[in-house]
């Protein structure tokens, strides 16, 4: 159990453009979902919590305008990263708690975003 | 801020026990976990341990924590090659919605 999926797994754009990516937990309800960037041979950065219902909590350097957060259903959110620049290239990646086994999260397979 | 620092690589044979070390600054921290990142997947949770135990074990893994040094080892006995990955240390304090603060990742390179 406890199943994290994201979509797409890969996406490669144009400079300027908009790509949503979703989270979805398949086999549980997550009350709170997080979004993490993950640079090459570089730790995660969180850069927001989602929780169902509410704005997201964007983490101190993380432009909120830039980096859409949308926790509509408690099994679903996604992350639009809007005018994409060839920086905001990365391996995005979220998590979600189930909130039945103390702060553990369940982490999705990652989205790989390359912006050209 | 928090941080959690890890040696960045480490190499072992097969059939040999392999440590992995990671050292972090809060005090605070009431959970400290060990991750799992396979090429080109995400982070699978391997084991976690609190604040107020000094040692946790589940079959092949074995975590250590020195709180007065704010040190975890994690080690892994009779390593295989599928146990190559890269391995994240993290922590975070207690309550609902405490962050996880990861560490940079240590790449374990298991050799046949």
């Known amino acids: 159990g406890a199943v994290v999926s994201q979509h797409p797994s890969r996406v490669i754009c144009k400079s300027g453009t908009s790509v949503k990516i979703e989270c979805r937990s398949l086999?549980?309800?997550?009350?709170?979902m997080f979004w993490y960037r993950q640079f090459p041979k570089k730790s995660l950065m969180l850069m927001a919590t989602s929780n169902e219902g509410s704005k997201a909590t964007y983490e101190q350097g993380v432009e909120k305008d830039k980096f859409l957060i949308n926790h509509a259903s408690l099994t679903l959110s996604t992350l639009t990263v809007t005018s994409a620049h060839p920086e905001d290239s990365s391996f995005y990646i979220c998590s979600a708690k189930s909130g039945r086994t103390v702060d553990e999260q369940f982490f999705g397979p990652g989205t790989r975003l390359t912006v050209l | 801020g928090e941080d959690v620092e890890q040696s960045l690589f480490l190499s072992v044979r097969e059939g040999d026990s392999s440590v992995i070390n990671c050292t972090y600054t809060?005090?605070?921290?009431?959970?400290l976990y060990w991750y799992k990142q396979e090429p080109g997947a995400g982070l699978q949770l391997l084991t976690y341990?609190?604040?107020?135990?000094d040692m946790k074990q589940d079959q092949r893994l074995t975590v250590l924590l020195n709180k007065k040094d704010k040190h975890l080892s994690l080690r892994i006995a009779d390593t295989q090659t599928g146990d190559s990955a890269i391995y994240f240390c993290?922590?975070?304090?207690?309550?609902?919605?405490?962050?996880?603060?990861f560490g940079t990742g240590t790449k374990l390179q298991v050799i046949p």
């Open positions: 809060d005090s605070s921290s009431t959970y």
């Open positions: 086999d549980f309800q997550a009350t709170t």
């Open positions: 341990i609190f604040s107020n135990m």
């Open positions: 993290a922590e975070s304090g207690s309550g609902g919605y405490q962050k996880v603060t």
